[in-house]
């Protein structure tokens, strides 16, 4: 027995130090930093955005031909819900532009504002502002000014994170040269700031339109369609993939073990391309077509786990009803309820899950099962793809599983939790069993007389 | 062997979410929370958990005084080898009460005690770092909790045997 835990212990030791120095390089990266913090800029408005599409859109059709029926000043009930969504889900590159800018200048410690800006300014010099507009009877289309809700969207996400680092970069190299203007003292701070980032600025919006003239000459005629064809488009190919979504959650779940928070490291690589998908998937639910990407954000959030990382919410339930131990008993009866709420802090810490290695294989196969399972489910149609709507990740499952994929997703997540209970069952069994055993030996052993109080009462 | 005692907060003993701050005094007599963690480190110094005392940082800093007393007087009582308070991770609250308890239990019983927490309590530790020893720990959801872990078993058994604070001084703030 003890050699097999020393050898535990080595293969532990082991896989920790493998994995240490990947998480690490993730987890303090700068770039990645930003763009994860800045992600969440766009997150409330997203949620709130979705809320909207939401009453629009819900799935049932007497409502939704009320909505567009029913007219107010003209225009028809949907209509205005629907300036809600193209406030939010269609111009979400613009939030996380900003975000990315704005959390990147911060960690290079420069002005936090200037670097939103920049990061804005940049992105739009780039931006081709037309798109194609036929007029009804017309033989061809036009080419009409405006800024493009197409590249303002999803699809301009990409080239937006790369504007955002490198104009930041370019400001904080012009500043580190200590190219500019400084005012006399006793001027206002925010008239000094405005003045010193004259140069920075303008350095980016040199490069940035040197950068437009380049691209001219390419065949994609602009930065906007080459990032998308050669980055963003195979990215997305990638990532809606089931062996995709399974590698991202193994290594978040085995990370979780040694008490890394996971599913932060992989969201700051992951998360870019699940909202593409997703925002794709909403537009597409918008004009009515066929929700192309079964990968998305609501997949990885309502799908893969309840509960939390590790689904364990069916860990909780296994252990609310059938186990006997004190302390199981009592922590399943406290956790219950925030871990519907996917808050699971007191398990992962109070079981423990992190560095238990009795519990270490259903917290890593639950998931990975839920994940398989919601896939084939709705690829094979017994269950709608997400919709796209984001919801706060409070959100319980089953209400989540019916917003997102309709009474067909909330039996879905049902079953999958039942299912996490019965994966769970004999391995929070044997912790249970060991638990009992210790408890009766802390009761019975009069050696440490004054600890073996039942529970110790103050 | 080496008995011990250790000290959590409402999340570390699994009682509760952050949200639960007024989880009343309590313990338990078998290992609960990082005390389950510790396990392959404490076998190394022959060392055992003897009870887990816990406490929400809410109803702590609603009356320090008599919660500390009480928790000083059990301590006492139960009189074990050494308590350890935390790993308090970088929850501020529960790093505050970690190092008030270690400092009230070094100075008003016969028992030593340290604390652990992360860099990020950066306040608690200059207050405290000259006072009572402070075991460095990764800030929540960071890598290296099972070095820390590791590092706060070898701490409890070098001070339990009278080493030199030279000898665990790599390992504290």
Redesign the interface.
Same mark, same amino acid.
């Given at each position: 027995m003890n050699e097999k835990?020393e050898k535990n212990?080595k293969f532990?030791d082991k896989l =920790?130090s493998k994995l240490?120095p990947v998480?690490?390089v993730i987890?303090s990266n700068k770039y990645l930093i930003a763009i994860r913090d800045g992600f969440l800029v766009s997150m409330p408005l997203l949620v709130i955005g979705s809320m909207f599409m939401l009453v629009s859109n819900f799935p049932v059709q007497p409502w939704i031909d009320f909505l567009k029926s029913t007219t107010f000043h003209g225009s028809s009930i949907a209509s205005y819900f629907s300036n809600v969504t193209n406030a939010t889900f269609s111009i979400m590159a613009i939030f996380a532009v900003m975000g990315i800018g704005y959390n990147y200048a911060k960690q290079e410690k420069v002005s936090p504002i200037f670097g939103a800006a920049s990061a804005l300014v940049s992105w739009f010099i780039l931006m081709p502002f037309t798109t194609s507009f036929k007029p009804e009877g017309a033989a061809k289309a036009f080419q009409v000014p405006c800024v493009p809700l197409d590249w303002v969207g999803s699809r301009g996400i990409f080239i937006g994170i790369l504007c955002a680092i490198f104009s930041v970069k370019i400001y904080k190299w012009v500043e580190d040269k200590g190219w500019t203007i400084k005012m006399p003292k006793g001027v206002p701070p925010t008239v000094g700031q405005s003045f010193a980032s004259l140069f920075p600025i303008g350095m980016v919006i040199v490069v940035f339109f040197l950068i437009r003239i380049i691209f001219t000459i390419t065949p994609w005629d602009n930065a906007f369609d080459c990032i998308y064809t050669i980055l963003q488009t195979p990215l997305q190919k990638v990532g809606d993939t089931l062996g995709a979504m399974l590698g991202v959650y193994l290594f978040a779940h085995i990370l979780w073990f040694?008490?890394?928070?996971g599913t932060?490291i992989t969201d700051s690589v992951f998360r870019p391309i699940l909202y593409a998908l997703s925002a794709e998937n909403l537009a597409a639910l918008q004009a009515g077509q066929k929700l192309p990407h079964i990968i998305n954000t609501q997949f990885q959030d309502l799908f893969a786990t309840y509960g939390g990382a590790g689904s364990t919410l069916s860990l909780l339930i296994a252990a609310y009803f059938f186990c006997k131990s004190?302390?199981i008993k =009592?922590?399943s009866k406290?956790?219950i309820v925030?871990g519907i709420f996917n808050?699971n802090?007191?398990?992962i810490?109070?079981?423990?899950i992190?560095?238990?290695p009795a519990i270490a294989i259903p917290f890593i196969c639950v998931p990975m099962v839920n994940i398989i399972i919601s896939y084939v489910t709705m690829a094979i149609g017994l269950v709608p793809i997400c919709n796209g709507v984001i919801m706060p990740w409070t959100t319980p499952a089953i209400i989540s599983g019916f917003l997102s994929s309709g009474w067909q997703g909330a039996v879905l997540q049902a079953a999958l939790i039942a299912l996490g209970v019965l994966l769970y069952y004999p391995f929070i069994k044997a912790i249970d069993k060991q638990?009992l055993k210790?408890?009766a030996e802390?009761?019975n052993n009069p050696k @440490?007389d @004054?600890?073996?109080?039942?529970?110790?009462?103050? | 062997m080496l008995k011990i005692i250790t000290i959590y907060d409402q999340i570390q003993s699994g009682m509760g979410t952050k949200d639960d701050k007024m989880l009343p005094l309590g313990g338990k007599n078998v290992p609960i929370g990082p005390s389950v963690m510790m396990e392959p480190f404490l076998k190394q110094i022959d060392a055992k958990v003897v009870a887990c005392l816990y406490c929400g940082t809410g109803t702590y800093f609603n009356d320090k005084e008599t919660v500390g007393k009480k928790l000083c007087d059990k301590i006492q009582k139960l009189h074990p080898d050494i308590v350890l308070c935390g790993p308090a991770f970088n929850y501020k609250d529960y790093a505050q009460m970690c190092a008030e308890v270690t400092e009230s239990i070094n100075n008003s019983t016969d028992v030593p005690a340290f604390a652990s927490m992360s860099a990020e309590n950066a306040e608690v530790i200059s207050k405290y770092k000259d006072s009572i020893h402070i075991v460095k720990c990764p800030k929540k959801g960071d890598g290296g909790l099972n070095n820390a872990l590791e590092n706060m078993c070898k701490v409890a058994k070098l001070i339990v045997t009278n080493q030199n604070e030279e000898a665990f001084k790599a390992y504290c703030f």
């Open positions: 835990n212990g532990m =920790e240490m998480a690490k987890s040694f008490g890394i928070h932060n004190k302390r =009592e922590l406290m956790s925030p808050i802090e007191p398990v810490f109070g079981l423990p992190v560095l238990n638990y210790e408890e802390a009761e @440490d @004054d600890i073996s109080l039942d529970d110790l009462t103050f | -």
